[in-house]
């Protein structure tokens, strides 16, 4: 039963719970924070904008969960070798996201993007799409 | 301050709390089922096996949160009308989320990622990449 | 030891996890719904509407959660045979649960209230009473 | 805007996020677990074993909590001077739900139910129903 | 393996899932409360403020969780028998929880601190410490 | 109404939501995984010992859980500066954590204590606790 093809060994990195990492899932987040601050900006109804402020807070928490993830289970030792900016990078992208639940500025939730786009960079790097996605071409195989 | 620059008015559509939506959210978590399973089956350790499975019974449940989320707040009237297939879509894949819970055949769960990406696919006729997500291209702008 | 005393293959329609099923358990969240947003108008104190406003959000939520759960779990295909409207009621249900997230208006919380109602009544003509609650009455049998 | 009807003083008695209360949501996860245990027993199968014990573990923890809430913020020092065996019974009825977190008696199970329903008898000896349900009638009103 | 060298029979008196058990989880989240309405008076800024009754908010619910836990799974009758005062010491501090939930006044999260040091100093009498928590000490032996 | 009497300037490093922040919040849970795993030793219920390593997996994701917060919200950098093994402390606290999930051998939930109990030293050296407990003895005051 190997619909998806793909050699087992290539998990061998990987213990369980693993799964599946992609820093998506935390851009996903982040994305949504910054588009709360422009609609929150973009009204002047208190209820909508209350509400507008408590998502925001739920969903920064949501990206330092998703960061704390990759950072805890998917990157290892051989990687902070190669990218030794890794950590800060991390603890910084946390705080930022906490400065995102704090602020209605757009630039803060752009920054914390940019931050994320790093990390993105970092797993494509050490090839995460390939080690932790199931391909969709894959499954014709 | 906009710095990622694209109109207000993208926005009209789409009422608080909606945010962003992708359904690569479910599909993340799909993987997961899938790959799990695949490890279960690679294994020979009962404490494995047992963590295996309860860890997989809690990612098919975020793969039901992730889809019912777009039924619920992305999809409008307007797309069932061009996508009548729409609601048995999302009830079948519900029942098939329940039915990986339940299963240790990867041929459920990649039945599972199929119906995702029929779910994906009316996402990206509806516009759903331009309307929801934040362009990475357009932070330069 | 069958102290309920009704008969196993009234189960067999049933696969774990579906348990028990019953609308009660969104009503109940719908009502709350229903009177917070009276007590909000009720009150000229800013925490106490902020709190009420904050409160009703969650149990909106729970709402949605709960009919998702009769909508995935509960109802098969032969029940959406007899009951073709079964989809578009759940649907316009969860965009209700979400408008009296955002509203004030109570008559928002009463229309929600009448389409649990209404899925309750396709529950009961389906004899979800009977083959998913554990009567009192069972006991002393 | 008063869809229901009921006299806004009756609301009195009941600080927000009072809400409503009712026993019932304890009980369907009580039912639950009974029906999680007979199903157990009905089944041979290792992996629905599992599962059947781990959503029973789950459900055990939703009862402790709908009974927390119910004695927290439902019952009032008058009831209490009425009902003096209050404590005890919501005290006992919540290491009964731990019982059957580690049971795979259904006695335990039906032993929990019983101890829900007479929770349930002085919710509404207090006028529990009257006072925090919603009632449909008074739809029409 | 046995490296805190405690003898095993020191947990006789406890089933799974009892664990740990110590007041300071529910006294660090009720300190959270009693700063964070000083962090409120602190502050005239409208969206810290927001923030602050919400995180209040949470706090004070976790409170309640802690205190649910010690008095379901770590107090047993024996405990009751020599302190009758415990059922209705977790009652009136479970509501005074909700009343901190509800209040900008330091002085009622300082009466919920009080009423967790008097939990605390029946956990101790107890015997608390020494039969739930690891000792530091006990390491190195 | 200044019951606990400390200054106010003292929170002034602090941003809301720091709250109050303590190691023991880690270390009662990563305790619990310790017990939990000489209980699965103690026995040879299946189903206890099912219990035990899926209540330990919860255990110990929270142990992740206040770590983070730890990482991300109590420690700033100048600490980092003073502190510089606190990144990969963390770190591999983290993956420590993780370890504990999958093992039932008690030398790595000791190995976790420990690792917990250096972090607590570095909060103490930092001031933690005075900068983020109410301590008793205030109350006076």
């Known amino acids: 039963m190997r619909i998806f093809g793909r050699p087992r060994t290539a998990y061998a990195h990987c213990d369980l719970p693993c799964g599946v990492y992609d820093p998506a899932q935390a851009r996903i987040e982040a994305e949504s924070c910054y588009k709360i601050i422009e609609k929150y900006h973009g009204s002047k109804e ?50 930022q996201a906490s400065k995102v639940k704090a602020s209605v500025e757009q630039a803060d939730a752009a920054k914390l993007l ?23 071409a894959a499954k014709s195989a």
């Open 46 to 95: 208190d209820i909508f904008r209350g509400r507008a402020l408590h998502i925001k807070e739920e969903r920064a928490e949501m990206v330092k969960h998703h960061l704390d993830v990759l950072w805890h289970d998917y990157f290892k030792p051989e990687h902070l070798e190669k990218h030794p900016e890794l950590h800060d990078l991390f603890w910084n992208a946390a705080k």
């Open 114 to 136: 940019d931050m994320i786009d790093k990390i993105d960079e970092i797993w494509r790097a050490t090839g995460g799409p390939e080690k932790t996605r199931v391909l969709k």
